[in-house]
């Protein structure tokens, strides 16, 4: 459990990144930060493994404030994956995934015969072990990423914004990745985004951020869906829009699903 | 040609003096304008004053610097150290900026993955700072080496064995053949180290090549890899 006590990030320049903010994280579960850009939803995930110390209030993991820990040992512990995947462009893809247990003391071979594992783990072939990140697409580059996070088994998975880069497909490919290893490894992931659908589809837990570090609401997807808090929510998830508003059309024996422009969306079935 | 074959031993003899007298500087040089470079990167208002500074020294000419130096560190006036520490000035001028530039190139991305990761600062410097701007380091060493090795000749001006002694020599005499030979010399020292240099780039940077086809070493290991273990 990752706990925020009224958790203030004032930056030097002057700006307020993130204000008061207060929030539990379960665990093993996946939790999405989403808002627009200046939302303050990267500061907070930064603030986690003390890559940003707060200004003031404190952060607890299972309890523990993290204030009180070494930040190089407690981001060893963290696992960490970024857009544009952030992979050393001098270390082949097995010593890439294998950086967080060499750097706290795995013996080289078995980092490596475990990265190896891993690999297969993230759906990458065993031959890419031996090359450098450049020589792969950028979602393989981000499988990688997403396999180094991993690599040291830890208990909670941070993810900022891993799939903003990549294209369509294999973000859709990339994201039902993401919940089976999520399904099976039970993690407790802190994603962050500002894609609402990526939010709802990933998420059991959805904090949808406005300017500040504000929370303007907290709850599962359906929750969000069924009851918006306020205009803003309604129209960051797309309600006011018409796109969540769906009603049934009866087309010959079918009942089709259309939203509020009368854009079929798909087949209820019986 | 008949001055080279019956002089050869002096040939020889004087390459030799001027590649000990060129490496000193380049390595000191070199391993100098790392850490100056990093200072001068890491306090944002220090940059352009070491910089400058630093980058200035190499408008010194260089008998003025080879006959003052004695003063300076009060070593013999004949002592090759005075060279050795003027050249070393020079391959810190040409390489700090290099040096600062190199490690500045590091993609910001990387570092902070790298921080993410739970490198200390410490290790951050030597496992991925250093070794991404080694490439940039790399084109900078070869510059000094050439510099270095041009340079050196001018040594002998104040008396300190050189390739440089033939040109002189060459000159007072009127023998063309010793002050061409004088320039091969020079120029095949200049050349071997650029391509020691190239190759040291090689074996340590592997990874920056454009693109890397399968070499008989990599498919060996390929090959282990898939056989089970990583060798």
């Known amino acids: 459990m990752i706990e925020f006590r009224s958790v203030t990030k004032q930056f030097p320049d002057g700006t307020v990144a993130v204000d008061s903010f207060d929030l539990v994280i379960p665990p093993r579960k996946t939790t999405v930060l989403v808002g627009s850009s200046g939302c303050g939803k990267t500061t907070l995930l930064r603030m986690i493994n003390r890559m940003i110390d707060p200004s003031s209030g404190s952060i607890l993991i299972d309890g523990e404030d993290t204030g009180s820990l070494e930040p190089v040992k407690l981001r060893r512990r963290i696992g960490y994956v970024m857009q544009n995947s952030g992979l050393m462009p001098h270390r082949k893809v097995i010593d890439n995934v294998a950086t967080v247990p060499i750097l706290s003391g795995v013996p080289k071979k078995k980092a490596r015969d475990d990265a190896m594992a891993l690999l297969d783990t993230v759906g990458l072939d065993r031959s890419l072990a031996l090359k450098y990140p450049r020589q792969l697409s950028g979602g393989q580059q981000q499988r990688v990423g997403v396999a180094r996070g991993l690599a040291a088994d830890p208990n909670i998975l941070l993810m900022d914004e891993p799939f903003g880069a990549v294209d369509p497909i294999v973000r859709a490919e990339l994201q039902q990745e993401t919940i089976r290893l999520q399904d099976g490894l039970g993690k407790t992931v802190v994603f962050v985004t500002h894609d609402i659908d990526e939010a709802f589809l990933l998420g059991h837990q959805v904090v949808i951020l406005q300017k500040g570090g504000h929370i303007a609401q907290v709850g599962t997807p359906a929750e969000i869906l069924a009851h918006p808090a306020n205009d803003f929510v309604a129209s960051f998830v797309g309600a006011d829009r018409g796109k969540r508003a769906l009603r049934i059309q009866r087309v010959g024996d079918r009942d089709v699903v259309v939203d509020e422009n009368g854009t079929p969306t798909g087949v209820l079935q019986p | 040609m008949n001055w080279v074959s019956s002089n050869l031993d002096l040939v020889w003899e004087l390459t030799l003096a001027h590649i000990a007298l060129s490496v000193p500087p380049i390595v000191v040089g070199f391993l100098l304008s790392v850490p100056i470079g990093w200072i001068a990167n890491r306090f944002r208002l220090t940059r352009g004053t070491i910089l400058v500074v630093l980058g200035l020294l190499y408008t010194i000419p260089s008998l003025p610097l080879f006959i003052f130096m004695p003063l300076i560190l009060g070593t013999p006036l004949l002592s090759s150290l005075n060279v050795s520490v003027a050249l ?58 050439a510099s270095t090795v041009s340079l050196a000749t001018i040594g002998s001006v104040v008396g300190v064995t050189s390739l440089g002694y033939l040109f002189i020599n060459g000159f007072q005499r009127n023998i063309p053949a010793e002050v061409v030979s004088g320039i091969v010399a020079v120029l095949l020292i200049a050349v071997v180290f650029d391509l020691l240099l190239v190759l040291l780039g090689r074996v340590t940077l592997p990874w920056s090549r454009r693109e890397r086809t399968g070499s008989p070493r990599s498919a060996r290991q390929r090959t282990a890899l898939l056989a089970g273990g990583v060798s």
């Open chain 2, 88 to 145: 070393t000035i020079y391959a810190v001028a040409l390489m700090v900026r290099t040096a600062a530039d190199g490690l500045a190139s590091v993609d910001k991305d990387v570092l902070q993955a790298a921080s993410a990761m739970g490198y200390s600062g410490w290790q951050r410097f030597w496992r991925v700072e250093l070794p991404l701007s080694g490439p940039v380091l790399l084109a900078g060493l070869r510059v000094v080496s």
